[in-house]
């Protein structure tokens, strides 16, 4: 392009500076030595002013733009829109950091993908209608834990517990159904209640050096 196509192309556009007196979503009002605009966001101006912003116009014609936002006095919080869908890659390390809340959010869904995961906090909550956790293999320490639910179902091939001491207290009915049942106790083996029936269909035995009945 030569100098002469070069200066068509330019013909008639004023860059100018102004203060945002109203703001909205179909554009803003700004106010300049030459008199009060109406302009609309450029493409590239991602942040959204606010009253009392000073801007960078464009203005051609009847066409007015706000190229960027070069100073803002108030304590407005930033806001940043994109009118479509947005994707950003980093060649190296990204980091967010905020010294108050972070919070992310998405209308549909909202994802997290990487080999390595880690999420740390004095503090950590997780809350929604369903909670699925799907692996090969699951490790959770803790000093204590507590699990409250209307309802827990458990599926597995192999389920093993160990503890130093283990209590459990079932307020109505307890029912256990397996098909072979081995109780061992390296002392002692005590079982109290009210009532007590024991019932086979073939062979009760009792086995020891003493057994004694009443």
Request: charge should be negative; include cysteine; proline fraction near 1%.
């Amino acid at each position: 392009m030569n100098t002469t196509e070069s200066a068509s192309v330019t013909e008639g556009v004023i860059q100018a500076i102004g203060e945002v007196e109203k703001h909205g979503d179909a554009g803003v009002v700004v106010s300049t030595r030459q008199g009060i605009v109406k302009a609309r966001l450029a493409f590239s101006c991602l942040v959204q002013p606010t009253c009392g912003d000073i801007v960078l116009l464009s203005c051609r014609g009847d066409d007015h733009y706000v190229l960027s936002v070069l100073e803002r006095h108030s304590d407005a919080p930033v806001t940043m829109r994109f009118a479509g869908s947005l994707h950003m890659q980093v060649a190296g390390d990204a980091t967010i950091a905020a010294e108050g809340e972070t919070v992310l959010g998405g209308g549909r869904g909202a994802a997290l993908k990487a080999r390595h995961v880690e999420i740390s906090g004095e503090a950590v909550e997780l809350n929604g209608d369903r909670l699925s956790l799907a692996g090969r293999a699951v490790t959770w320490i803790a000093d204590s834990l507590d699990a409250t639910a209307r309802a827990i179902r458990q599926v597995a091939d192999t389920l093993s517990v160990r503890a130093r001491s283990h209590t459990r207290q079932v307020e109505d009915m307890e029912l256990v159904r397996v098909g072979h049942m081995d109780v061992r106790a390296e002392q002692i083996l005590h079982m109290n209640a009210e009532h007590a029936m024991l019932k086979s269909r073939q062979l009760v035995k009792l086995d020891g050096k003493q057994i004694q009945v009443g």
